[in-house]
């Protein structure tokens, strides 16, 4: 009970932002090869041994990978319940959508072997295609829609009323972003087959890999530009107390001035988007020259930058509102109680190191390299 009333309701908001951010970077890095190789499979793979060693590349570890959207998902819902109910009932057919596209994945990875038909096989494989890459397209859609503020208000009794369409999040900035999400998830997707495939087709996959990366970068500096010139950001009318109630109606949120009035206030922040920029370039050198570890280590540099981009740049804001600037989700005003708030931080201090180190012992016990002579028919998984 001591250290619940050291730890100040301002310091533990801010913890969990940090922690969301880190919890969705996880994400990103981990599942993020996932959907990048998915994304990738009926075009690298040109035959089924091929293809086999792909899959059989992430067989092992996508279940694992997905703790930390299945994480993710629930800290939105514990720490930010407005953000949680605002954006999960909001985007409601953009994440039945996704959800209805990751569903396939495990069908996909589960049922693709088990008949030897060339019809059945590839079939399968768009369908780990669509499961893969709709996701990855449709995060970034979902970024580019709040970056640009959601249509929704909230009633005095914090009942939350959304006013858009599903069609309206498909777009152009947001499709933008989508671009850069995809991009960075075949860049990643593609380093992840350098360091644990051999065979013909990881010189394709390096080619992927040196095209996605440039694409990444490129979308990335013109969300950039796009952001400066034609996207009007969100800022507090007046000084808010840091420790005041969890309701955005008692503070005044204004829809003025740019996103980008953020690094002139916080100069060093501008060591996010540099980090996402240099990352990919790194990465598209370490393809050309052939490196592995490299490679993998700079794509997920760009991802940690691009991710931590967006939310520095827009923060104290989380969710902001296009047609009634007041509602606005910050850091400051939408999370939950103080205690629930430390009780969850004690939870996450005990249980994510073990977390980390479990999912670091799986990858060393399953490190080395996959060629088609272990994915045999009855020599593997997948």
């Known amino acids: 009970m001591i250290l619940h009333e050291f730890l100040s309701f301002e310091f533990l908001r801010l913890a969990w932002w940090v922690l969301l951010g880190v919890l969705l970077i996880g994400f990103a890095l981990t599942d993020g090869f996932d959907l990048g190789i998915g994304t990738m499979l009926p075009f690298i ?17 996508w279940e694992g990978n997905q703790v ?38 495990p069908v996909a990875f589960k049922y693709r072997s088990k008949r030897p038909g060339r019809l059945w096989r590839s079939s399968w494989d768009w369908a780990l295609f669509i499961g893969s890459a709709g996701p990855a ?25 959304y006013e858009g369409s599903f069609w309206g999040l498909l777009n152009p900035f947001a499709l933008l972003a989508g671009v850069v999400s995809l991009s960075m998830m075949v860049m990643h997707g593609a380093a992840w087959l350098t360091v644990k495939a051999e065979g013909a087709f990881v010189g394709r996959a390096r080619i992927a890999g040196e095209r996605a990366a440039l694409i990444a970068i490129a979308a990335f500096l013109l969300a950039g530009l796009w952001l400066a010139f034609g996207i009007e ?67 997920a540099l760009s991802i940690t930058g691009i991710i931590s981009t967006v939310g520095l740049t827009m923060f104290p804001v989380i969710l902001p509102s296009s047609s009634d600037p007041v ?18 931080l004690v939870s996450a201090v005990l249980f994510m190191p073990l977390i980390i180190a479990y999912t670091a012992w799986v990858y060393r016990v399953l490190w080395g390299k996959l060629k088609e002579e272990d994915v045999k028919e009855g020599g593997s998984a997948y």
């Not at 939105?76 to 009932?89: D, K, N, R």
């Not at 107390?241 to 003025?256: I, Q």
């Not at 989700?329 to 939950?336: A, F, G, P, Q």
């Not at 109680?337 to 969850?344: E, G, K, Y």
């Open 45 to 61: 793979g040109r035959t089924d041994a091929e293809r086999r060693v792909m899959i059989n590349t992430i067989g092992p570890v």
């Open 233 to 299: 950001g969100y800022r507090f009318a007046a000084p808010v107390a840091h420790d005041g109630p969890s309701n955005p109606r008692l503070t005044e949120v204004l829809r003025e001035g740019s996103w980008l009035a953020a690094y002139a206030a916080r100069p060093w922040i501008a060591i996010a988007p540099v980090l996402g920029v240099l990352g990919a370039l790194l990465a598209w050198r370490g393809f050309r020259s052939g490196r592995e570890t490299g490679v993998i280590l700079s794509s």
């Open 327 to 344: 509602s606005s989700l910050t850091v400051w005003d939408s999370s939950s109680s103080h205690m629930t708030l430390f009780v969850m």
């Open 137 to 161: 397209l449709l995060f970034g859609v979902a970024v580019g829609n709040v970056i640009q503020g959601v249509p929704f208000h909230l009633t005095d009794d914090l009942r939350s009323v």
């Open 68 to 105: 930390w959207f299945v994480l993710g998902g629930g800290a939105i819902f514990a720490a930010w319940p407005l953000l949680y109910g605002v954006s999960f009932s909001g985007f409601y057919m953009a994440m039945f959508a996704i959800l209805a596209s990751l569903i396939l994945r």
